[in-house]
C-alpha cells in the first residue's frame, strides 16, 4: 500500500516545510509522491484511495487544505469519502483541525493528526536552496519529521502526537530565542489529534544508515514571490 | 535592559487590543526586543512564516520587518497575539 506525500513547494514556507520531509520522509515511502506541480487535486484523487496514509504539506484554513499554488486538495463537504476512508491522516497546515479534521473523521478517516490555529516558525530564507540545512526551522519541524517517523514505524497516532508534543517542549526549553520559543509552543498547543489514538498503518522499513550522505534532490524550481 | 525585560514589554503590548496605538506600541516593543536579538551575533534572514490560506498577513515576514506589519496590520497584530502569549 503506498504512502500519499503531497509536498507542495512553491513560497518560502511551503518550500522550508517540504525540505524536510524531502530530506527525511521521502527516502523511507514508496515513490509516488506528490511534489510541487504534482500537488494537485486530480493526481491526489487517482492515488489517495490505494493508500493508509494521507501525508499533506500546504496552506490551508479551517475548512480546506490545499496543494501547489493553493489548489484545494481536501474541502469540507467536496471530496469522495473514498479518497480518506480508513487512513491516517497528518496536515501540516493552518488550521484544518477546526473542521476539515471533523469532517474527514465523519467520512471514515481513521485518525486525524493536524492544528487549530496556524502553524508558525522561523526559517532562514537565505537557505531556501538547501531547507533541510536550516537549524532554526528545525527547532519547530523536527518534532513534525519525529512524528511522522514514528508513524512510518508502526506506531500508533498517540504515541505521533506524542512525541510532536513532547519535541516542541524539549526544543523551548533550550531556546534562547523568546519568538522562536514562542512558536513552538504555539505549534504544541495547537497541535490535535482527532479519531482513534490507536490508529495506526504498516510499519515501513527504517532507513538503511548511510542515507544522510546521499545528497537529497536539488530544488530547481523559483519561489513565488 | 535585558532581553527578557524586553520581550516582557512586547507581550505586553500585544495584549491589548488592536487599536493604531496598541499596534505602535507592540512595533516599537518588538524592534527594540530584536535590536538586543541581533546584538548576539546570529547572521542570516530569519523570516516568520505560517502555512494559513488567505488570512489577511502574509505568510512570510522578514524577522526585521515584524515591527513594519505589527504596526499597519491588524491580523498580523493578533496573530502575534496568539503566538506571544
Known sequence: MPTVLLLSDYDLPTRSASGFLLRNIVPRVEPVQLY???????????????????????????????????????????????????????????????????????????????????????????????????????????????????????????????????????????????LLKACLEFNRDNAVLLGDPEGRVRARPKLPLPFRLVPPPPILMPLRR | MTELEEWEKVKQALRKPATPEAMKEAAQAFAKYRVVQLTKGKGSKPTLVTLGRGRGYPNAVPVDKIPEELAKNPNFFNLMKRVVK
Not at chain 1, 75 to 80: A, H, K, L, M, S
Open chain 1, 36 to 178: 510541487a506541480i504534482l500537488a494537485r487535486r486530480r493526481p491526489f484523487q487517482l492515488s489517495a484511495p490505494q493508500s493508509d496514509i494521507i501525508i499533506g504539506i500546504g496552506h490551508g484554513d479551517a475548512i480546506g487544505f490545499s496543494g501547489q499554488n493553493e489548489v484545494v486538495i481536501l474541502e469540507v463537504g467536496r471530496y469522495d469519502p473514498r479518497e480518506v476512508e480508513g487512513k491516517v491522516i497528518k496536515l501540516l497546515s493552518c488550521q484544518t483541525g477546526i473542521a476539515l479534521g471533523p469532517d474527514l473523521i465523519k467520512n471514515g478517516a481513521t485518525s486525524f493528526l493536524g492544528y487549530v490555529d496556524d502553524y508558525v516558525w522561523v526559517c532562514d530564507s537565505d537557505l531556501a536552496a538547501t531547507p533541510w540545512t536550516d537549524k532554526m526551522a528545525a527547532t519547530c519541524l523536527m518534532p513534525v519529521v519525529d512524528s511522522l517517523n514514528t508513524l512510518l514505524d508502526g506506531k500508533t497516532c498517540q504515541e505521533a502526537i506524542e512525541i510532536e508534543k513532547n519535541g516542541y517542549s524539549r526544543n523551548a526549553e533550550v531556546e534562547e530565542d523568546e
